[in-house]
Antibody
Framework: QVQLVQSGAEVKKPGASVKVSCKTSGYTFTNHDIHWVRQATGQGLEWMGWMNPKSGHTGFPQNFQGRVTITRDTSITTAFMELSSLTSEDTAVYYC????????????WGQGTRVTVSS | QSVLTQPPSASGSPGQVVTISCSGSSSNIGSNNVNWFQQLPGTAPKLLIYSTDLRPSGVPERFSASKSGTSASLAISGLQSEDEADYYCAAWDDSLNGPVFGGGTKLTVL
């Protein structure tokens, strides 16, 4: 069965960076994009960017351009999301999710990684 | 604020039908499939409806969805207490070149 398993919770200081991993299994890693979505407590879902695991090509919304890096290691079918210059407003649960296909959203989600930014 | 607009809350009694709306634009709902997600408290979202009106295996037939123009809706019939959750609509946005989500609707079963 399709699974996306993320790394554990993180606590970071303002100005630091955080890197979250997303280990996938149960499907061909290079056949589906990986998206990253975050959710602040009590808030909705916010898309952060996507990556094509085959090519490594990425795309980001303007508000995350330059602050988010998405990479992958195809040998271990794992994607990574690094967010830099953290502020308290980045405190949220971060999810990776598998893309459904062209001009579509996502289907399977990771369990989420809580990132807390606090001095 | 979210690109897709949903009512913040909805409610119904057990056995009733509840409908949740999702309003977008020509660059998202108007030109692409709509997906719906159910998020139970403390868990990750789960795909509930894909390709506008299709249910993944395991999702009860009580859940149905449709789309008209730049709006979509999710209907839950025979409401059950276990349906109490947050529901999100989503669609690819051609202008953003990425997925956009609704702000979520918190469903309360009275």
């Amino acid at each position: 069965q399709v699974q996306l398993v993320q790394s554990g919770a993180e606590v970071k200081k303002p100005g630091a960076s955080v890197k979250v991993s997303c280990k996938t299994s149960g499907y061909t890693f290079t056949n589906h994009d990986i998206h990253w979505v975050r959710q602040a407590t009590g808030q909705g879902l916010e898309w952060m960017g996507w990556m094509n695991p085959k090519s490594g090509h990425t795309g980001f919304p303007q508000n995350f351009q330059g602050r988010v890096t998405i990479t992958r290691d195809t040998s271990i079918t794992t994607a990574f999301m690094e967010l830099s210059s953290l502020t308290s407003e980045d405190t949220a649960v971060y999810y990776c999710a598998r893309g459904r296909g062209y001009y579509d959203t996502v289907d399977y989600w990771g369990q989420g990684t809580r990132v807390t930014v606090s001095s | 604020q979210s690109v897709l607009t949903q009512p913040p809350s909805a409610s119904g009694s057990p056995g009733q039908v509840v409908t949740i709306s999702c309003s977008g634009s020509s660059s998202n709902i108007g030109s692409n499939n709509v997906n719906w997600f159910q998020q139970l408290p403390g868990t990750a979202p789960k795909l509930l409806i894909y390709s506008t009106d299709l249910r993944p295996s395991g999702v009860p037939e009580r859940f149905s969805a449709s789309k008209s123009g730049t709006s979509a809706s999710l209907a839950i019939s025979g409401l059950q207490s276990e349906d109490e959750a947050d529901y999100y609509c989503a669609a690819w946005d051609d202008s953003l070149n990425g997925p956009v989500f609704g702000g979520g609707t918190k469903l309360t079963v009275l």
